[in-house]
């Protein structure tokens, strides 16, 4: 016997309430299992669940009070602190989209986000909040801000006497739960790209492609409610907000945010709070090796570190290992269109599979292909393309990009690699990042990974500069570890017993420091501006 449901008006919404999954239920829930344990830790305030999910509450009133409507793009310029993680879940449980904004960018950059986006209420804490303020501005937007909120103080200067300082505004709104008409496919956070060749495009990322993202990261990072997790990298950045705060928050656990990645405030509360789990790109776990605190602070209770955002030297990965000897690693590979994880390499395969990214994490399906979109055999180089739950909606008021990316059915990340024959994925560069000298491909990471064999060298980024003969010449930009001098000469014979000639540096070049952004990326594209003219 066959049974037929057939719609009903006015039973859907009670339907659709009863069955949606959004980032603002999953805090609902969480609080309802662990309404007293700790949730979160800034500074000197410590909330539990309940109290967390309160101050969200209260939030999303006050938003909606002063017209923050459901689906308005609401732009957050701030270091981390308490007031973005509940901006985060205040605004996914209003039915507003969060706009995090890098804070290293200039108001020119930030009035295109502005406008681009159309957005209709700014956030801020007072460092940025004037910058916030000139972008808006220039942007045209401000006859159409609805709101201003000053966050992370109580007190607001007189010259940002526009703008209402949100921990006030929040305690004068009601406790009661906040409603909204919320659906998992709406739009909960739109993230811009850093723009290398063109302006940055607005990535969307729904309800929906959150929690499946999430539930990836939970069960291949195998993350639980006694984690206690450090939240150091920016929040505006996908991969700390999505793949350990979000996460972090859907299984109970507790979260410790620090203002930013600043090594000695990593380690001395690594040892206060015995963390458990932390998350940083190879640049920071580089900072906290060569800290001369790493020595001395009781570091025991790491149990999980992960690394991603760029690829971890291996010289570096097997220094942690001896020096945490008790730490588990993941690599979480993935970009910002997929929200931010597509492949992990699990603990055990670290150096079983050195170098690797992994294999395509719980809901994903990840294959490579030719330019013509044909899959590659194991042991051949392609684009990496994924199918999953956790791929964009699209890119926000771009059906071109849009339609570019998501060709044949994949998602194209632009990225090249290599599968192996056990499935696991081994990153060879970024397209962009790809070298052609002399009509050869080089691939910038084989050449670092051999500079980092280098006992003196502490980092090192291998770049194209243009060059009448090479087309472009490999080029090293290296820092010497605290102390050490780098021998040019000796670096170079090093490199011509590990590499074929072609990929043997035609120029070094030995700085203080590398440029990177808040999220710890080395900035090539700064380098490659820097050193246009070398040869």
């Known amino acids: 016997m066959s049974h037929t449901v057939t719609g009903n008006t006015e039973t859907a919404p009670y339907v659709a309430r009863a069955r949606r999954n959004t980032v603002g239920d999953l805090l609902t829930r969480t609080r309802a299992r662990y309404p007293k344990k700790l ?6 305030v410590r909330w539990t669940y309940q109290q967390f999910d309160d101050a969200v509450h209260q939030t999303a009133h006050a938003l909606s009070e002063d017209g923050v409507d459901k689906g308005a793009r609401v732009a957050v310029l701030s270091r981390n602190s308490l007031d973005f993680a509940v901006i985060n879940f205040a605004l996914a449980r209003l039915g507003a989209t969060m706009v995090p904004i890098n804070y290293m960018l200039n108001a020119e950059e930030i009035a295109y986000i502005l406008q681009h986006a159309e957005v209709s209420c700014l956030t801020a804490s007072g460092e940025f909040a004037p910058l916030l303020d000139q972008a808006c501005q220039l942007s045209g937007r401000q006859p159409s801000i609805v709101a201003r909120y000053l966050m992370d103080t109580s007190e607001v200067p007189a010259d940002l006497a526009h703008w209402v300082p949100l921990q006030a505004r929040r305690a004068a709104a009601p406790m009661t739960p906040f ?41 291949d990072g195998r993350m639980e409610a006694r984690d206690v997790a450090i ?32 090594p000695d405030a990593i380690l001395e509360t690594i040892e206060r709070e015995s963390a458990t789990q932390l998350f940083c790109p190879p640049t ?54 997929v929200a931010p994880l597509a492949t992990v390499l699990q603990p055990e395969d670290q150096f079983r599979k050195l170098g690797s990214a992994g294999r395509p994490s719980l809901n994903v399906e990840t294959k490579i292909v030719d330019d013509d979109g044909n899959e590659l055999p194991p042991g051949q180089i392609g684009e990496i393309v994924h199918r999953t739950a956790h ?17 044949d059915g994949w998602f194209h990340s632009g990225d090249l ?69 780098i021998d040019v000469d000796s670096l170079l014979a090093h490199c011509k017993e590990k590499l074929a000639r072609f990929k043997v540096p035609k120029h070094v070049v030995v700085v203080d420091e590398l440029p990177k952004n808040p999220s710890g990326k080395v900035l090539k594209r700064e380098l490659r501006a820097r050193y246009k003219d070398l040869a």
């Open 391 to 407: 791929a964009m909606k699209g890119y926000w008021k771009d059906p071109e990009k849009t339609a570019e990316a998501f060709k």
């Open 284 to 337: 920071v776990w580089i900072a906290l090796l060569r800290h001369p605190d790493f020595s001395t602070r009781d570091l025991l209770s790491l149990e999980k570190c992960y690394y991603g955002a760029a690829i971890m030297p291996v010289e570096v990965l097997k220094e942690l290992s001896q020096r945490l000897p008790q730490a588990k690693f993941w690599n979480f590979y993935g970009q910002t269109e």
């Open 231 to 262: 939240h150091a990298l920016p929040l505006y950045h996908s991969a700390q907000l999505n793949c350990f705060l979000g996460p972090g928050v859907y299984v109970g656990a507790t979260g410790i945010i620090l203002r930013q990645a600043a």
């Open 417 to 485: 690699g290599v599968m192996d024959e056990e499935g696991y994925l081994t990153v060879i560069d970024r397209k962009k990042d790809m070298i052609k000298s002399g009509g050869v491909n080089v691939s910038s990471r084989e050449v670092e990974e051999v500079l980092y064999q280098f006992p003196s060298v502490s980092e090192v980024a291998v770049i194209g500069v243009p060059d009448s003969y090479w087309i472009e010449a490999v080029t090293a930009v290296v820092v010497p570890k605290p102390g050490e001098v």
């Open 179 to 219: 409603e909204s008409d919320v659906s998992d496919d709406d739009v909960a956070h739109v993230l811009y790209t850093s723009g290398t060749e063109s302006r940055p495009k607005g990535v969307m990322l729904t309800h929906a492609n959150l929690i499946s993202e999430y539930v990836s990261c939970i069960v």
């Open 39 to 44: 949730a979160l830790v800034y500074e000197d």
